[in-house]
């Protein structure tokens, strides 16, 4: 019997370069509070969100997440048509099919690579980091491309006091290689199916197209995912620096999702953070990006900090499934 060829790739992995790009519209608190009967105080005290970007109506999540890359590739140095895969993290494509990752590739020169979404959410970056990592060791590809990218503003009702005013778009993206030195941890991910219903859109396909249902929003059970994200993710996040071989001492960074100010907070008192160790916030002029936010706050958190280059950074992911994944990374 013949012998087949398999595909062998380097040992280690690293991000090479971040990209990010935002909505082009600043939203202040003051400019939803009407609908929900609120204030600017009211959403200050319960997210840290003082305003959100959001994208004008002709600016798609392609868009976004085409520019994102772009900056995410020009920053690592690596010509386009080296890319091996993209992989576009989103909940926000306007169609099924197809994928908002074969056109990105398109556009951003990375020729006839190939391209596929993720739909885990708010842990889908994390998820594409791990899929790109694991692609390159396995030498199915050289880069890869990593993107989340989200344009939630369409899922808003304006109305809702759950979910609306946290939301927010843009993209972020990192370009992933080789390495000579373990700069990307194994990945701790997972779900939780028995809580699928804490968030949710209001109604399906084929209710909106029945005319059974108003187009579909996006609502949460607050209480239900603060208290899931604060402990059950801080488990998770410890189980992170443990697989990695880390402790919260050696960190540079800490770079939640940016789901709520509250939860951040929260976050870093339970895995009893260092003063030196940086915190992504991100969300408090951004919003809630979903698979957007952990890449955007660490490509500012970079801008902001140049020093922190080289550093460990723990990364995690959690939000609708539920979901989860978290691993630690070295800075680019």
Partial sequence: MATLNQATGPRFTRILGYGAARGDLAVPND???GPIDSSDEW??????????????????????AA???AEAIATAGIDPS???????????????????????AERIGAGIAPAYDVNAACAGYTYGIAQGDALIRAGLAEYVLVIGAEKLSPMVDPTDRSISFLLGD?????L????????????VWGSDGSQWGAIWMTSTYSQVRDGEAPFATMR???????????????????????TAGVTVDDLAAFIPHQANMRIIDEFAKQLGLPEHVRIGRDIETTGNTSAASIPLASHRLLQEHPELSGGLALQIGFGAGLVFGAQVVVLP
């Fill in 31 to 33: 400019d939803l509070v």
């Fill in 43 to 64: 959403i200050r005290q319960r997210t840290g969100i003082v305003e959100r970007k959001r994208a004008s109506k002709d600016v798609g999540v392609v868009d976004l």
């Fill in 67 to 69: 520019q994102a890359g």
């Fill in 82 to 104: 080296r890319v091996g895969a993209v992989i576009v993290s989103t909940i926000s494509n306007e169609v099924a099919t197809p994928s908002v990752s074969t056109l990105v």
């Fill in 170 to 174: 843009g993209a972020g993206a990192a």
């Fill in 176 to 187: 992933l290689g080789p390495s000579d030195t373990p700069s990307i941890s194994p990945t």
């Fill in 220 to 242: 949460q059970n607050g209480q239900t995912v603060f208290r899931w994200a604060v402990w059950e993710m801080a488990k998770v996040a410890k189980q992170a620096l443990e």
